[in-house]
């Protein structure tokens, strides 16, 4: 099985740009999409558990969408097989991100992401 780990410091600016480009993308990108079977469910969930084991929840108290709080990057890796990483990027190109700095940055991270070595 193929596996690309996903690593992110704490204490990087970048990172933290990174996880929340993945955390809030995948929330909003799998909100849009309409139907979804099962085996896509249960794939989400996993992918949430493990971008929530790396953070926890923003004291600030914004949600992004319904009762999804905002949370911030506490440090750490996690690794994703092949259905999960094709469907956390599907759900990240799926956002509709504003022209400009956001495109960049969602680009930037998208990029990162797919040039993770598989293991």
């Known amino acids: 099985m193929q596996l690309k780990t996903v690593?992110?410091?704490?204490?990087a600016e970048l990172d933290?740009?990174?996880?929340?480009?993945?955390y809030n993308g995948f929330i909003i990108g799998g909100t849009l999409v309409q139907?979804?079977?099962?085996?896509?469910?249960?794939?989400?969930?996993?992918?949430?558990?493990?971008?929530?084991?790396?953070s926890k929840d923003c004291e600030c108290g914004k949600k992004i969408i319904?009762?999804?709080?905002q949370r911030e990057l506490t440090g750490g890796s996690f690794e994703l097989d092949k259905a999960e990483f094709d469907l956390l990027l599907q759900y990240l190109t799926s956002v509709p991100w504003s022209?400009?700095?956001?495109?960049?940055?969602?680009?930037?991270?998208?990029?990162w992401l797919s040039a993770l070595e598989v293991k």
Do not use: H, M, W, Y
């Open 16 to 22: 933290q740009k990174r996880f929340e480009i993945l």
């Open 99 to 111: 022209t400009g700095k956001s495109v960049r940055n969602a680009l930037e991270t998208i990029d």
């Open 66 to 69: 319904q009762e999804e709080v």
């Open 35 to 54: 139907q979804k079977g099962l085996p896509t469910l249960r794939r989400e969930l996993s992918i949430l558990d493990k971008l929530c084991s790396i």
């Open 7 to 11: 690593e992110l410091k704490a204490d």
